[in-house]
């Protein structure tokens, strides 16, 4: 019998899903601008992507969340972490080496922040049934998009108008509220797992040592290739070569990985479930073992791949345009009531409709916006600097024209949002929660990794207009997807 939380659902749906939104914001949009107003080229801000693998590579430690300990107890301890990361950030980053000392905390960060969402989702799936998770989801997308807002708006307007060291310090205070009242007022809502205890002495078992010993030389010995003359000789003569990343082909991989598992599911399942010590194999056969897999990853994984492409270029987009100034009161008054309302729209859209009737619409709707941001970028065109120089200003009107295709933005990113959680939740076994969410959120994001490390260079070669237009080509091989899409009317049964 699970414990009565001592506050409503309300309120800790929304406090611990500010905390899942707030620390992702800092490391994949606000460190853009913060990149870009340290003039940063884009090319290399196209490569703070990799900030994403975190929440891609997630689902390989998720089962150990679902496992050991309680959620409780790993949301609390990653927030802390956390908590001393900004801090740190807020410490370097008007120090001279600030830019190279941002991004290596943030790369650090995103793994902590990858661990903590894990907990959070599960945490809200423990303590909540398929009903409830339902009726919630829009309180539950409201927070992770104010938190958005919050970044975009508060920390940016500080950074960019009074110093990047008084922003992170701003977010640190931010976070750290929520911290506190979490430490206080969340309850427990499982029994506890495995101690940590006794899982860091399963660590040290031999075959566990000898696994991560092969995985480490394995890794090393991947990206000593990669360094090598050899490799720089195969770039040569194929210069194309020369922009896929080590990320890009740990990513292929993964791709071809899933492609073996989900050929021969049955086989392994067999052979997997016997190993009754490890949590990854059961949560990992599990996830695959369900009808109609490849048009189901496929949707996850090429779901997102537009919005990244949009996303990673929309901040340096508003440095160039010379209204980062603006940038903060935007996304406050405009993006935030646009957001607040996508969000509750979307949630109660989906309890009252069925997703099943949501969810190409309000795609369509969310993948629309990059459309209208190409047009934009084409309207704005004699406004763009992507040199060293500020733009001249571009008048009140198109401010105004802005804003308002930043609200739309916001708006449909919230009934988007509402969607895609609802269907990765609904595709969770009921044995390995947070594991199951992690690995469909994880492949989410893997589409968009190759999508954001691209948007940089085509950016550059094209502009951010025909940038933005690639971007919605990329979003329509998930909405032809979603005819014959399963677990749209009901969640997952088990075979």
Known sequence: MKPRLRIPPAMWAFTIYFTEGFPFTLIRTVSSVFFRDMRVSLENIGLTSLFGLPWIFKFLWAPQVDAVATKRRWLLSMQGILLGVTILAALFAPMPFGVRAVAVLFFIAAFIAATHD???????????DKDAQARWIGYRV???????????????????????????AAAAIIFGLFFSFHLFFL????????????????????????????????????????????????????????????????AMLLLLALLFVGIFRRTLKRRFLLETDSPFSRAFVSF?????????????????????????????????????????????????????????LGGWAISRYGM????????????????????????????????????????TGNLAFFAAIHGFDQFAGGLGTAVLMTYLMRICSPQFKAAHYAIGSGLMNLGGLFAGLASGFIAGWLGYAWLFGVSFALSIPAMLLIPGLPYLKTELKRR
């Open 118 to 128: 894990i907990a959070i989702d599960g945490y809200y799936m423990e303590a909540l």
């Open 142 to 168: 409201m927070a992770y998009r104010i938190a958005m807002m919050t970044g975009t708006g508060v920390v940016v307007t500080i950074g960019t108008t009074i110093g990047w060291g008084t922003a992170y």
């Open 187 to 250: 309850a427990e809502v499982e029994p506890p797992g495995q101690s940590a205890a006794a899982w860091s002495r399963s660590l040290l078992r031999p075959r566990a040592l000898a696994l991560v010993v092969l995985l480490t030389v394995a890794a090393l010995g991947i990206r000593a290739f990669f360094l090598s003359a050899t490799w720089a000789g195969i770039q040569s003569r194929h210069p194309g070569l020369e922009r896929v990343y080590f990320s890009h082909w740990i």
């Open 288 to 344: 695959m073992d369900r009808e109609r897999v490849g048009r189901v990853l496929g949707f996850i994984i090429l779901t997102r791949t537009g919005e990244w492409a949009l996303s990673t270029m929309v901040a340096p987009f508003v440095v160039d345009l010379g209204i980062k100034a603006h940038y903060g009161w935007i996304s406050a008054w405009v993006g935030l009531p646009a957001s607040i309302a996508g969000a509750l």
């Open 356 to 395: 099943h009737r949501v969810i190409w619409p309000f795609l369509l709707a969310q993948n629309l916006t990059n459309l209208i941001y190409m047009g934009a970028a084409l309207h704005l065109t004699p406004f763009i600097s992507t040199g060293g120089m500020e733009s001249a200003w571009m008048g």
